[in-house]
């Protein structure tokens, strides 16, 4: 009993230093201490190697220091020991669209929307892929789909207009920029961007016949 008690209290230390390592890693990553963030996350890694976060956050800082090979074989480790892991495929798609690999970018972004249909740097990441490629219909799915849970995430709300205006739906794209101007009165983009649609949307009418 005794030795059952220790090891619990040996694995609920283990346990708790790598979510402090982890933590520490993911701080100094968001401030650019790339040296300090890349050494938390190997220590994090050799306490629990079944997880994918260390090496999730080791693609991370390869990514912001230009380094995409090694990135690339982060990501893919981190796919090894979590093969559903949704950061990881979200991070495969960065470095995919940083070599503007854009189709491959863009499949990589649908399967960590697959596994996580909340993953907003996804979302955004499908949003700039498709408009590199010209192909709405996959994202504009996957916007709705997250509006239907966050409905007033304006910067969300505009990606849908923009792609909707691009794509020829401008009465779609009009309704999603009045829902922006309701949430944020002084938006300005939104207001030019729906100035622009209506013009469009006036030019494309179908003209009245005279009587």
């Known amino acids: ?76 480790r981190a796919l090894r020991v979590e093969p559903d892991c949704a950061e990881a495929y979200g991070g495969l798609a960065m470095v995919y669209q940083h070599r503007r690999d854009y189709p491959k970018a863009f499949d990589t972004y649908l399967a960590c929307l697959d596994k996580d249909a909340d993953n907003l740097v996804a979302l955004l990441g499908l949003f700039q892929t498709s408009c590199q490629m010209g192909s709405f219909a996959k994202v504009i799915h996957y916007l709705t789909v997250y509006l239907d849970r966050h409905p007033g995430d304006v910067s969300v709300l505009f990606c849908l207009a923009t792609l909707y205006a691009r794509d020829g739906r401008y009465r779609e794209a009009v309704e999603a920029l009045e829902t922006i101007l309701v949430l944020e009165s002084d938006n300005a983009e939104a207001a030019g961007l729906l100035g622009d649609v209506r013009r469009k949307q006036a030019e494309t009418a179908p003209e009245v016949m005279s009587p």
Do not use: W
């Not at 209290?9 to 402090?20: K, R």
């Not at 300090?36 to 090496?55: D, I, Q, T, V, W």
């Open 1 to 76: 009993m005794q030795l059952i008690t220790e090891n619990f209290v040996v694995e609920e230390a283990v346990d708790q230093h790598y979510e402090v390592l982890k933590e520490l890693g993911d701080c100094h990553a968001s401030l650019g201490n790339h040296d300090r963030a890349r050494h938390c996350y190997e220590e994090a890694a050799m306490l629990a190697p079944e997880k994918s976060g260390p090496a999730v956050g080791l693609g991370v800082v390869d990514i912001q220091t230009g380094r995409l090979d090694a990135a690339e074989q982060a990501f893919r």
